[in-house]
Structures are given as structure tokens and as C-alpha cells.
């Protein structure tokens, strides 16, 4: 929950569960469709947060994913099912949404979604390991003779690991910019795009820092996300 300055979590979340019984009608009030494509949704993200409980259990030493294939899952269960969902939406509530057909959306919007969950371990990737959580898998550290509990003492033996992710987030963004292209709704297209703007600034600001982004966490400024949001709004 995104905390207003001074709101401390305890009372963001005592205003959340009080906006349950709202948030239930308004979940009501919603087509048929709308309600089982939202329930579909909120069942994966919910799978990948238990998923999370389950495999960082422990804090000491560092625990890793164990393949590629668990840290793809992952990222589809919090992430790229969403961009599945956005995309029914849009293709139910909208007419003529896009140039590509649904499932052409579908996948590009799955792999928009991952993407942006892969930039956001690659930012975190410091915080987390810190925290006991490595999401780059373990069979590859494994390769260059790296344990997840050595990544912040030996952070250039962990750049090939961190720079071949680097690029499959990457590739999500560029899947994200041929989903965005394809919107006809101006209004639409342009929601669409911004955290596809946000996470190439945001790779590009990872790239720069280096090895130091594990040290010292990698932000886009709130004044620059700002004046993005102006531009991509006045384009309008």
C-alpha cells in the first residue's frame, strides 16, 4: 500500500480493510466476465505472494530460486498476469482497441508485465538479498561458483548473472512498446506506456550505477516521473 507522507503502514492498512465492504460492492456491481476475470487475477497474484512466504521462510543465509523457469513463474504470477487481465478489459470495454488480435495482445501484454516485475528485482536485488531473498536462480549462480550469501562481497563475479536478466527485462519493454503501438484509444495508449518510460529510465539508471546498485538502491527521481507524466499527458 502506497503510504501518503506521515501515514504510518499500520494505519494505511486499518484504511484499507475499513474500504473493504466498498471495494465488495463495487466487485458486485461489475459484468460477469469483469468478476471472473478479476477473481482469476487476484487468485495468481495471491499464489505468488504465498509463494514468497514459502520459499523465503528463512532470512539466514540468502535463499534462492532454484531454475529460470521458477523466477518466469514468479514474475508471471505477480506481474504478467496483469497485463493478461488489462488486456481482456480493454478488449471487452473498448471498441477497435488495438491492431493485433487478442492474442497477440495477450502475449505481448504477459510478457509487458514480467518485464516490469524483472526490472523491479533487478532495482530491489540489493534490499533483498538483505533481506534473505535472491530471485536470480540458483543453477545459475551456481555456473559462475557464486552462493546467493556472497553476491554483495563479490558483486563483479555476480554481473553476468545480473546483466543477462538485465537484458530479458529489456526484452519485456520492447514487447511493452509494440503493445503500447498497437492501442488506437490516445487516451489508453498513453496510461500504457508510462511504466514502460519509468522502467527504461529506470534500467538505464541501473546500467550507469553498476555494481553499485546493490550497495545503494536505484531510483527514478519523484520530480522526473513528474515531468514524464506532464509530457506524456500534454501529447494527449
Not at 33 to 51: C, H, M, N
Amino acid at each position: 500500500v502506497a503510504l501518503a507522507p506521515g501515514t504510518t503502514a499500520e494505519e494505511a492498512e486499518r484504511r484499507l480493510i475499513m474500504a473493504l465492504p466498498e471495494c465488495l460492492e463495487f466487485f458486485d456491481r461489475l459484468e460477469p466476465a469483469d468478476r471472473e476475470d478479476l477473481r482469476s487475477v487476484l487468485s495468481k497474484i495471491t499464489q505468488g505472494q504465498a509463494l514468497d512466504l514459502k520459499r523465503f521462510s528463512e532470512t539466514e543465509p540468502p535463499q534462492a530460486l532454484a531454475t529460470a523457469a521458477d523466477l518466469h513463474h514468479y514474475t508471471y504470477l505477480v506481474a504478467g498476469c496483469v497485463g493478461e487481465f488489462w488486456t481482456q478489459l480493454c478488449f471487452r470495454h473498448i471498441d477497435n482497441f488495438s491492431e493485433f488480435s487478442q492474442a497477440e495482445m495477450l502475449e505481448l501484454g504477459k510478457k509487458y508485465g514480467t518485464g516490469l516485475q524483472l526490472i523491479n528485482i533487478l532495482r530491489d536485488a540489493g534490499t533483498d538479498l538483505r533481506a534473505g531473498r535472491c530471485y536470480f536462480p540458483e543453477d545459475e549462480l551456481n555456473t559462475i561458483g557464486l552462493e546467493p550469501a556472497k553476491i554483495l562481497r563479490e558483486p563483479d563475479r555476480f554481473e553476468s548473472v545480473y546483466k543477462k536478466w538485465h537484458e530479458e527485462a529489456e526484452q519485456g519493454l520492447r514487447s511493452g512498446m509494440q503493445y503500447v503501438h498497437s492501442i488506437r484509444n490516445r487516451r489508453v495508449r498513453a496510461a500504457t506506456v508510462l511504466p514502460a518510460l519509468i522502467g527504461a529510465r529506470t534500467l538505464a539508471l541501473l546500467r550507469n550505477a553498476g555494481s553499485m546498485a546493490l550497495q545503494n538502491k536505484v531510483k527514478m527521481p519523484r520530480k522526473e516521473v513528474r515531468a514524464m507524466i506532464v509530457s506524456v499527458a500534454t501529447r494527449l
